[in-house]
């Protein structure tokens, strides 16, 4: 009714149909030139549409939430059309987006020479300018090398893995029979307390820690929102939540500053060894705190609700993985001995294919964000200086050409991909190239001290119907609510 109505007007004056018409003229006009520009110069860009909405083009429709299991309805459909690489208009540029397996690696590879990891302003500006995930060149490998150091320290520390198994038996024991809890908020209990610990030294029990967690749930929400900063928006919350994860890191950083201004020991953590051994300002420090803490675990806890999702799915995994971890528990038994340690991490043979069928599957990160920093050629396409590349990192993970039924369920695959070691069924969860995820062996390690427990302790099933869902950080839309039983 309404738009009829303002259609009649408009048709009934003739001054309102021409203003109309001009303006329609303009925007054609306008459009052409912005889009035939690139044309000229670049003879062979990949096909597709650089239409959409003013600014932000498609970015509305490639962000719809879809089964992990999948690229979703608008990546499919444009594959479909226009096969794995396309373009498209993105986060307010014109964009390649690459499902193509080869181009994904040559991007990764290329990085900082052809391309370049470019996060969108609204992501940058809640995870903070100096967070590793936004920064590029010299500041970067300085950065980076502090995370990598502070992982392979932490390995060379006797009761690392005891640490991380503690972790894990706590949060399992104080599961209770036949109630319905949400196991993809204890795996992140469990990942955050761990991450916690081994960055600032801080516990649960000390009540600035459950504040921290609760602020950074809140600062999550607003990283896959759209970035408009009006009250009650998402986006306004997580910058909000930002300062205040931000205040509580900086009163860390004040202890350990005075610790080591008095000459004591202090605490042994990341945060205590960055204000000894390092220059960074202040600022810099707590953004890479903030970034290892959101990127070491928020993926490794999607990653073990994932493993619970697909076990429960798939007894017959279930029952080899309990086998395994039986052995290696019965062994312990008779030497004696109760924590587990490295050499049996490495008898857990079943496991790591179980743990890479789960990120294949999962697909935890969907893709990753680049620009191109020159004019590149791939296969004959052009991709333009300063166009957006996006890596589809779970294309490869979805392939029937790589991964034969890539939807069922299949940890048995990897025991054949081992015997027939082929380049192409690498797991790209971790990225690749300079920017390797740092955290990968920890997460694995993760995973695997917490199925050992959780195998031996329980049976589980789903509560209530739930799925993986890429937001496109990886959720559960119910939680992933889940009841245990004792075996
Ligand atoms: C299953 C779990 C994990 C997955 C799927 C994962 C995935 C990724 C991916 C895809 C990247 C690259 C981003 C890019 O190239 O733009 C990355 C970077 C990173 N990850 Fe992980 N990650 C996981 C666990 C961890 C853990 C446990 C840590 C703990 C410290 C961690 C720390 C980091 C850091 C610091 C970076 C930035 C590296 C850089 O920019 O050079 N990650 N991760
Ligand atoms: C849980 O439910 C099962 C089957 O319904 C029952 O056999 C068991 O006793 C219950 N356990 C507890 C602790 O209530
Ligand atoms: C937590 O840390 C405090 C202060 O360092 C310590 O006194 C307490 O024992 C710790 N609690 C646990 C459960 O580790
Ligand atoms: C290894 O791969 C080749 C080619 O894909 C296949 O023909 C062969 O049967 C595989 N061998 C094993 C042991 O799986
Ligand atoms: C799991 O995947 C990684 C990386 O793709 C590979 O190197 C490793 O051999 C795989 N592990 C198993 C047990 O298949």
Redesign the pocket.
């Known amino acids: 009714m309404a738009t009829e109505l303002l259609l009649i007007t408009f048709l009934s004056s003739p001054i309102l149909l021409i203003t109309l018409i001009i303006t329609l003229l303009i925007i054609i006009i306008f459009r052409r030139r912005i889009t035939s520009d690139p044309e000229n110069k670049y003879r062979n860009l990949p096909p597709g549409h650089l239409g959409g909405w003013p600014f932000i083009g498609d970015t509305i429709p490639f962000m719809r939430p879809h089964s992990a299991a999948s690229l979703g309805e608008f990546v499919d459909q444009k594959i479909a059309r226009h096969g794995k690489i396309f373009k498209v208009k993105l986060f307010g540029k014109p964009t390649i987006v690459s499902a193509d397996p080869s181009l994904n690696r040559f991007i990764l590879q290329s990085e900082e020479r052809l391309f370049l990891?470019s996060y969108p302003k609204g992501v940058e500006n809640i995870m903070g300018k100096w967070s590793?995930?936004a920064l590029t060149g010299e500041i970067?490998r300085e950065m980076?090398s502090i995370?990598l150091s502070f992982?392979s320290n932490l390995k060379l520390k006797a009761d690392f893995l005891s640490d991380i198994e503690e972790q894990a038996v706590e949060i399992i024991s104080a599961w209770r029979e036949n109630i319905t809890f949400s196991a993809h908020e204890e795996a992140k209990k469990f990942a955050f307390n761990l991450m916690v610990k081994y960055l600032m030294s801080m516990n649960m029990s000390m009540p600035e820690t459950a504040q921290l967690r609760k602020e950074y749930t809140s600062f999550m929400n607003g990283m896959a929102s759209i970035p408009i900063n009006l009250p009650g928006t998402a986006y306004r919350k997580a910058l909000q939540s930002r300062l205040i994860i931000l205040k509580i890191i900086g009163n860390k950083l004040d202890e350990k500053v005075q610790n080591t201004e008095e000459g004591l020991q202090g605490d042994d953590d990341l945060l205590a060894s960055v204000v000894k051994n390092t220059d960074l300002k202040r600022e810099q420090i707590l953004d890479l705190i903030l970034?290892?803490l959101f990127?070491?675990h928020e993926?490794?806890s999607a990653?073990i609700s994932l493993a619970i999702y697909f076990l429960q799915s798939c007894p017959k995994a279930l029952q080899q993985l309990r086998e395994e971890h039986s052995k290696i528990s019965k062994r312990k038994m008779e030497m004696g001995e109760t924590r587990l340690n490295w050499d049996d991490y490495k008898k857990m043979e079943f496991t790591k294919c179980v743990i890479n069928e789960t990120?294949r599957l999962g697909n935890?990160?969907k893709f990753?964000?680049r620009k191109a920093i020159r004019d590149v050629q791939f296969n004959g396409y052009d991709i333009p200086c300063s166009w957006g590349v996006i890596p589809i990192i779970s294309a490869e993970h979805l392939d029937p050409s790589i991964y034969e039924d890539p939807q069922q369920f299949n940890p048995w695959r990897w025991q054949i991909i081992l015997s027939n070691v082929s380049k192409n069924n690498m797991i790209m969860?971790?990225?690749g190239g300079p920017?390797l995820?740092?955290?990968?062996e920890?997460?694995k390690l993760e995973m695997a001290m917490l199925l050992h427990h959780l195998v031996q302790k329980y049976e589980w099933e789903l509560a209530e119907k739930d799925f993986p869902v890429s937001f496109p950080f990886l959720e559960f839309p119910n939680g992933l609510p889940i009841k245990v039983h004792c075996v």
């Open positions: 990891c590793m995930l970067h980076r995370a992982i970034s290892i990127a070491g993926t490794s990653a990120l935890i990160v990753l964000h969860s971790f990225s920017r995820c740092p955290g990968a920890l997460a």
